[in-house]
């Protein structure tokens, strides 16, 4: 089984140029890979070692456009012992540091290679479920953690902490109805996409409802693609509360608007056209794209902070909890629930409004 071990760097051993030091150590041979400052790049050399300490190889394998401290990087492997994924951290000015990743097969050759700004974690070696290595501890501000659909990469030389929910489009997995009302069957996946389809039903009636996280979320950039059908109405609810005591997610949960503005009868009304905080806020621009055609939304709260996106523009920008919101509140028509709008860590949902919707592209930062 192989083992990794991290040396410090206050060891003499270390020249100057060397940030980072992991032995992965096999059956009949052990692996040195050094990660060393060279100008402002970072370069990973590897060294193979047969089990008497004779060298085999020395090579350089891969290179990061940047040179940070040894902290910055992080090593891991996937549960098969198949693949190695060696994350680099790039600090950015005022902006979150940007993500480096290269995977390797077992013998150090480079799968893939890829960058990410955000960074929103999407492609398909997330799926490898590589597991949290070095283990956490005073010495390793960086950590990974992988279920499968989320991936926590948490620099804590920063005030950054990247959660992210992934959207695998392949499962549900991390996804329920909300308080279990139905099987969520009429909720399906579909070529990556999470799809409703109000036509697929049990004992009768659709087995739909709002499809909500799992997990709940704090000061978090959401960001997703949305289509819906001629005529069609749906919505992303956030900050829901989910009990038994709430019938439905829009009882807590302020929702952005999904619509088809050319079809549906909400959109003869202000505030409830697509991008509209629903009933609270109208868009300061409309920039929806027609029904069948694909809409990027994101949502951003941030310490009560909340902005609004709908296809690169920021359509609606507020402040929650202070006396504006409870005032919006009061003249909107969720003024008799209490709950509405209070809740500042909850779920994301998806709402069932007995059309078809397409979603695909679901990502959550934790800002």
């Given at each position: 089984m192989k083992?990794?071990?991290?040396?410090?760097?206050?060891?003499?051993?270390?020249?100057?140029?060397?940030?980072?030091?992991y032995l992965l150590c096999g059956n009949h041979y052990f692996d040195e890979l050094i990660l060393q400052a060279n100008l402002q790049q970072t370069v990973a050399r590897l060294r193979?070692?047969?089990?008497?300490?004779?060298?085999?190889?020395?090579?350089?394998?891969?290179?990061?456009?940047?040179?940070?401290?040894?902290?910055?990087?992080?090593?891991?492997?996937?549960?098969?012992?198949?693949?190695?994924?060696?994350?680099?951290?790039?600090?950015?000015?005022?902006?979150?540091?940007?993500?480096h990743a290269i995977v390797f097969d077992e013998r150090w050759k480079i799968l893939s290679s890829l960058d990410f700004e955000y960074p929103f974690i999407t492609q398909p070696f997330i799926q490898d479920d590589f597991f949290c290595f070095p283990a956490a501890a005073s010495n390793v501000p960086v950590q990974?953690?992988?279920?499968?659909?989320?991936?926590?990469?948490?620099?804590?030389?920063?005030?950054?902490?990247?959660?992210?929910?992934h959207f695998d489009g392949k499962t549900k997995n991390g996804w329920h109805i909300y308080n279990n009302e139905t099987n969520g069957s009429a909720w399906t996946v579909v070529d990556g996409m999470?799809?409703?389809?109000?036509?697929i039903k049990v004992d009768g009636k659709t087995a739909g409802g709002d499809i909500v996280?799992?997990?709940?979320?704090?000061?978090?950039?959401?960001?997703?693609?949305?289509?819906?059908?001629?005529?069609?109405n749906s919505g992303m609810i956030?900050?829901?509360?989910?009990?038994?005591?709430?019938?439905?997610s829009y009882e807590t949960g302020p929702e952005m608007?999904?619509?088809?503005?050319?079809?549906?009868?909400?959109?003869?009304?202000?505030?409830?056209?697509?991008?509209?905080?629903?009933?609270?806020?109208?868009?300061?621009?409309?920039?929806?794209?027609?029904?069948?055609?694909?809409?990027?939304?994101?949502?951003?709260?941030?310490?009560?902070?909340?902005?609004l996106y709908l296809n690169g523009t920021n359509v609606v920008s507020t402040t929650m909890w202070d006396d504006n919101w409870?005032?919006?509140?009061?003249?909107?028509?969720?003024?008799?629930?209490?709950?509405?709008?209070?809740?500042?860590?909850?779920?994301?949902?998806?709402?069932?409004?007995?059309?078809q919707v397409w979603y695909r592209n679901i990502k959550i930062r934790k800002l």
């Open positions: 083992k990794f071990l991290t040396l410090s760097l206050l060891g003499a051993a270390l020249t100057a140029s060397t940030l980072k030091k193979r070692y047969r089990a008497d300490g004779e060298l085999l190889t020395d090579s350089v394998i891969a290179r990061f456009p940047f040179a940070e401290p040894g902290y910055s990087f992080l090593l891991t492997t996937s549960a098969d012992k198949t693949k190695n994924l060696l994350l680099g951290f790039e600090s950015v000015p005022s902006s979150a540091p940007k993500l990974l953690a992988n279920n499968g659909e989320w991936l926590m990469a948490s620099p804590s030389r920063t005030s950054n902490n990247f959660l992210l929910l999470l799809f409703f389809d109000p036509s996280t799992d997990s709940s979320f704090e000061n978090y950039h959401l960001v997703l693609e949305w289509k819906i059908s001629q005529n069609g956030f900050n829901i509360l989910e009990d038994a005591q709430h019938e439905h608007q999904v619509l088809d503005n050319s079809g549906h009868p909400d959109a003869k009304i202000i505030k409830h056209r697509a991008g509209d905080l629903y009933d609270l806020i109208t868009v300061s621009k409309e920039t929806v794209k027609p029904w069948g055609e694909w809409n990027k939304a994101e949502i951003k709260v941030y310490k009560g902070k909340l902005d409870k005032a919006l509140i009061a003249g909107s028509k969720f003024k008799t629930l209490p709950e509405f709008g209070t809740i500042k860590k909850g779920k994301f949902g998806l709402q069932d409004h007995g059309n």
